[in-house]
């Protein structure tokens, strides 16, 4: 077992997240990041999701995918990268509580949300991982959790703990502010050109708000019943039957491609659409929606 990163193609780490599928569990782990008030409130004010949504979302996915598998010289930069990039975010909630993003308990709240969606992705659409496998994939994360500036014995200690860990963040540390809210908003529809925004969005809004915890998809107001539910288990079972006959080759191609690109992960000129459309298309989901 390797102690430090960056991983190779034998991690279960490389599995589970080179599979495509699993990139559709972005949205899921926003929501519940910005669900904690004090992350909620560094995201609306650091960050440019109101002008560039899914182009945050796609440089964090590089990020990532550099700091878990890139060479150890990339690796090494990307998390220097998010040192650099958390020691600019501090403020102040609306409440006025003080936030600093080198936080222990945000940055590992952030990084379990990673850890625990993917994982819930992954299963939704390929065999579970078995009890050997589960640990290894939570000691993988562990590193990441390491080089993302998470301190030393911060980290629930195995996969038992950290499911209690995530639970109890969910039961009684989150809140969803306007800020939370207004997040949501901005990032929920793909930065797609017109039609294929707007179609794009119902898949990715689906996934996203059916795999909340009950709790936290009521506290955004977000509306879920049988007919969703079936529609989430039909569009999981697509990809099941895509996964099946799609070589594992090809599944990570995407992945690698991430993974060795040099230059910066950039979508010019679309970042703008999925802001214009949110807001009809979250009405779909959203009591509170205008």
């Not at 040099?262 to 659409?273: G, I, Q, S, Y």
């Amino acid at each position: 077992m390797t102690t430090a990163l960056p991983l190779d193609r034998r991690s279960v780490l490389w599995r589970v997240n080179g599979e495509p599928f699993v990139f559709l569990g972005g949205g899921r782990a926003l929501l519940l990041q910005v669900a904690h008030p004090k992350v909620a409130a560094g995201v609306e004010q650091h960050s440019s999701y109101v002008t560039d949504p899914w182009g945050r979302l796609f440089r964090t996915v590089d990020v990532m995918a550099k700091l878990m598998f890139g060479s150890p010289s990339v690796s090494a930069a990307q998390a220097a990268l998010l040192d650099r990039i958390h020691r600019r975010v501090t403020g102040t909630t609306d409440d006025g509580e003080h936030y600093d993003a080198l936080d222990p308990e945000l940055l590992v709240w952030v990084w379990a949300t990673l850890c625990d969606t993917a994982l819930l992705v992954y299963e939704r659409v390929r065999p579970r991982l078995s009890t050997v496998d589960r640990d290894r994939y939570y000691a993988e994360w562990k590193l990441v959790a390491a080089a993302c500036g998470v301190p030393e014995g911060v980290c629930p200690a195995t996969w038992t703990d950290f499911r209690g860990y995530f639970d109890r963040v969910v039961l009684h540390d989150l809140q969803v502010t306007p800020a939370a809210r207004s997040v949501a908003h901005a990032t929920m529809v793909p930065p797609l050109p017109r039609p294929l925004g707007a179609v794009a969005a119902g898949p990715n809004q689906l996934v996203a708000v059916g795999l909340l915890p009950p709790s936290v998809r009521s506290a955004f107001g977000f509306e879920w019943d049988r007919r969703r539910a079936r529609q989430l288990r039909a569009f999981f079972a697509v990809n099941q039957a895509i996964a099946r006959v799609a070589p594992r080759r090809l599944r990570e191609s995407g992945m690698w491609h991430l993974v060795q690109r040099n230059e910066e992960l950039k979508l010019p000129r679309l970042r703008r659409v999925g802001t214009r459309l949110t807001a009809r298309r979250m009405a779909q989901f959203d009591r509170r929606a205008s």
